[in-house]
């Protein structure tokens, strides 16, 4: 159980252009999910925690018109890189905490996503 | 100063060693711990989760919380290569914290044969 998933794993893209990102709970359903960056050898940054049906809390330095976050439903959140540059290029990771499980604080995170930006 | 520290590594020990991985934190309102494991170009995955002090353990695994010193540890028996990641240590307050987890830096550990 407890199943988080990221689509694409990877993706290489032209500067300028958007990219999309998904995170799915897979067999739970999830009212908080989180999306992280992480730089080689660097821990997780956290960017912003996304609400399902609200809008997302983005960390202090984070751009929110750059990085567009929709928690649509239970069990799905997006998060939209706009008109990426090549210093967005980075490790991305989202993570969904269990509804109904008793330990709340539980975090179950996504395989990641590698974003190059050319 | 960090609010959660821990020695980035990399760490390298003998195939069968005990491993100890420690983190420090500074904030007292920190009252749950876990310990994840990251391997290369994955997302971390959760090992071990405790509130209370003192020890937990799961199979070759055991977490230590010492809330008197702020020292979580999390210890690996009889080390093998498929160990060999990166281990974060993460801690959640008991409220407020906004339900973010605050991650240590991670300590890359190499199980050699």
């Known amino acids: 159980g407890a199943v988080v998933s990221q689509h694409p794993s990877w993706v290489i893209c032209k500067s300028g252009t958007s990219v999309k990102i998904e995170c799915r709970s897979l067999?739970?359903?999830?009212?908080?999910m989180f999306w992280y960056r992480q730089f080689p050898k660097q821990s997780l940054m956290l960017m912003a925690t996304?609400?399902?049906?609200?809008?997302?809390?983005?960390e202090q330095g984070v751009e929110k018109d750059k990085f567009l976050i929709n928690h649509a439903s239970l069990t799905l959140s997006t998060l939209t890189v706009t008109s990426a540059h090549p210093e967005d290029s980075s490790f991305y990771i989202c993570?969904?905490?269990?509804?109904?499980?008793?330990?709340?604080?539980?975090?179950?995170f996504g395989p990641g996503t590698r974003l190059l930006v050319l | 100063q960090k609010e959660v520290e821990q020695d980035p590594g990399p760490l390298s020990v003998p195939e069968g060693a005990i491993v100890s991985l420690n983190c420090t934190y500074s904030?007292?309102?920190?009252?749950?711990f876990m310990w994840y494991r990251q391997y290369s170009r994955k997302g971390p995955e959760l090992l071990m989760y405790t509130y209370s002090s003192g020890n937990k353990e799961d199979g070759r695994f055991t977490a230590q919380v010492d809330k008197s010193s702020k020292y979580i540890s999390l210890f690996i028996r009889d080390s093998q290569p498929s160990d060999s990641a990166t281990y974060l240590c993460?801690?959640?307050?008991?409220?407020?914290?906004?339900?973010?987890?605050?991650f240590g830096t991670g300590t890359q550990l190499k199980v050699e044969l």
């Open positions: 067999d739970f359903q999830a009212t908080t």
């Open positions: 993460a801690t959640f307050p008991l409220t407020g914290g906004g339900n973010k987890l605050t």
């Open positions: 904030n007292s309102a920190f009252q749950y």
């Open positions: 993570s969904a905490r269990d509804l109904f499980q008793g330990l709340q604080e539980t975090q179950y």
């Open positions: 996304s609400n399902e049906g609200s809008k997302a809390t983005y």
